[in-house]
């Protein structure tokens, strides 16, 4: 356990679906990313929030919509999903400052079905 | 934008015997982090380094930081079985605000017993 949790562990949903993913930290972190990893890729980073205020949205399509409401809850809705959108999805938190690192959850396996 | 490349990128290695992992930066490295994830899991922190010339060990791994060639370089010494995963380096491109780590795409290591 990191401190970092996510949730669900695995989740298999059709193309039509629309779920969500969470995660939550209690480490005091004011910094939450999410990055996806697909195989034989390095990790992408999706989106940033910094202070509950999202900072980064590196070119995701809309069918990813994030949503932070405070400092230790972070979720990534999904609606409409393709089958490349099948990877890992990790979520991380930090102390917002140069040279401090992350803290990974275990990560949800998402399947598009 | 920053790039990091791993190599090699996969390692098969009989437990007991050293290894080394090379991570290089396209750009200067300000700070450099290794990670270690076990597959479809979550990545947990080994150590950071920041300064040039810095090493850092924690109990049979050894990070080195080589700022003027822009890489870092990873060692295990006598591995072990649990030594087994993908080694990935991530670095801090020095923005301002948030920070934003980019990773390699990893090493796969092996250990054959």
């Known amino acids: 356990e990191t401190g970092v949790t996510q949730t669900p562990r695995h989740l298999v949903m059709g193309m039509t679906n629309k779920k969500s993913l969470k995660c939550e930290q209690h480490?005091?972190?004011?910094?939450m990313y999410w990055y996806k990893q697909s195989a034989k890729k390095p990790l992408e980073l999706m989106f940033v929030?910094?202070?509950?205020?999202?900072?980064e949205n590196n070119s995701v399509p809309s069918r990813f919509s994030p949503e932070c409401p405070n400092s230790s809850h972070l979720f990534l809705h999904l609606h409409t999903l393709q089958p490349e959108d099948s990877a890992l999805y990790l979520c991380?938190?930090?102390?917002?400052?140069?040279?401090?690192?992350?803290?990974f959850g275990s990560g949800t396996r998402l399947t598009v079905v | 934008s920053q790039e990091l490349e791993q190599s090699p990128q996969s390692l098969i290695v009989q437990e007991g015997k050293n290894l080394t992992i090379n991570c290089t930066s396209s750009?200067?490295?300000?700070?450099l982090y290794w990670y270690k994830q076990k597959y479809g899991e979550g990545l947990i922190f080994l150590m950071m380094?920041?300064?040039?010339?810095e090493e850092k060990s924690h109990e049979k791994i050894t990070a080195k930081l080589d700022e003027k060639k822009q890489q870092s370089s990873l060692h295990i010494t006598a591995s072990q079985p649990s030594h087994a995963g993908i080694y990935l380096c991530?670095?801090?491109?020095?923005?301002?605000?948030?920070?934003?780590?980019?990773f390699g795409q990893g090493t796969r290591l092996t250990i054959n017993p």
């Open positions: 991530g670095a801090d491109p020095q923005t301002q605000g948030a920070q934003k780590l980019v």
């Open positions: 750009k200067t490295l300000y700070g």
């Open positions: 929030y910094s202070l509950e205020e999202r900072v």
């Open positions: 480490l005091g972190h004011n910094a």
């Open positions: 380094l920041q300064k040039g010339g």
């Open positions: 991380a938190s930090s102390q917002d400052r140069l040279g401090y690192g992350y803290t």
